[in-house]
Every structure is written in structure tokens, then in C-alpha cells.
């Protein structure tokens, strides 16, 4: 039986988003490392209001991949959501070394500051409007039109150009710059996990591979 090892992540990286659950925010980030070395963010906006309230937030991992190709995505997810400039996000900048300061209206001061009577002085309608308009809730598409929702899955599609993915034998999804490189990186033979990726075979060593169309 062959022995698999655990993902080496010295030269991998990741984009996550964070969540606060209770200001309706988010961050989009990336870091060289693994996800469960108890890296949290560069943002001092966001981490004052992490450490005040940790249990509000939750983080997602989106991709994880080869540095450049992270870093890369990274920007362009930014710039999908133009977070520097959007008032759901702690993001100061898009990725491209331009910070930007914006002034929050007061209503999105009230929830930065967790303000008791935020949502208080809305009506009931306003209330679920808020919710069901807000990116992270489950019925996010469903309020879009069908020409809208083309559009975004369109603009997630071209954000990922990456030629394959690889799962390891842990899990683990790498899009990998290069397929040969990646086998011979890991030990393995270019050959047979290509030939995977082609469904010529279940796998190699415990590596599966699928070619993105």
C-alpha cells in the first residue's frame, strides 16, 4: 500500500473570507501557509473588531493553490466586488496597492460599532429586505434575475482559468500552475495523473485530477 503524506504548504497558499455574523461584514484575504496556523488577517480594521468579538466571525477557505495564482485571485475577487469601495467589506484596498478611506454612512457606523438600536428603527419589511439582500444569506441568487445570476456565475468562472484541479489523498484541492511540475513537485508520474485527469484512470497514488473546462 502506498504511503501518502500530509500536503506540504511551504509553497501554497489560500483565499478565505471571514464573515461577522453580526455586522453583516466580510473580508477577502489571502496567505502562504496553511490554513490551521492561526493566521487571521492584515486588516487592523477587522482585527479590532475580531479580538473585541471573536465569536461573531467565521472564515471560509475558497481556493487553494500555488502562491502566484493565489495572490492573483485574490485581486480579482477584490476587484468583482470593488471591496475597497464597498461598505460591507473591511477591505481598504482591491489588491493592487491602492488604499482607499471611505466615509461610512451613519447607518453602517451603527454597525461597526455594533449599536443596539441598529435594525430596531427599521420596519419589519425593511428588516428582511436587509437580510435577504445580504451576500451571505442563503437566498442571495435567488433574488437576482436570471440574467444577473448568469453574469455572476460567468464572472466566478473566468476568476478560476486554471487548467486542472487536483484532490490529494487528504482532501486537499490545488490548482496547480503547472500539472507536470505539481507531479514531479510531489513524486508522482506526470503520465498517470494526466491520464487521470482524462478519466483513464480512478486515480494515482491516492492523487485525483479532473481537467477544468
Known sequence: MAITRAPDYKDLAFVYKWIDTKNNMYYIGSHKGSPDDGYICSSKYMLEEYNKRPDDFYREILVIGEYPYIRDLEEKLLKLVNAALNEQYYNKSNGDGKFYCIKHSEETKKKMRGHPNYLKNHTEETKRKISKNSIGHPNYLKNHTEETRKKISESMKKLIRKKYIVIT?????????????????????????????????????????????
Open 169 to 213: 489523498p487528504h482532501g486537499v484541492k490545488i490548482y496547480p500552475n503547472s500539472l507536470r511540475q505539481y507531479a514531479l513537485e510531489n513524486n508522482l508520474q506526470y503520465q498517470n495523473l494526466w491520464k487521470v485527469s482524462k478519466g483513464l484512470r480512478n486515480n494515482t497514488r491516492g492523487y485525483k485530477c479532473k481537467e477544468l473546462l
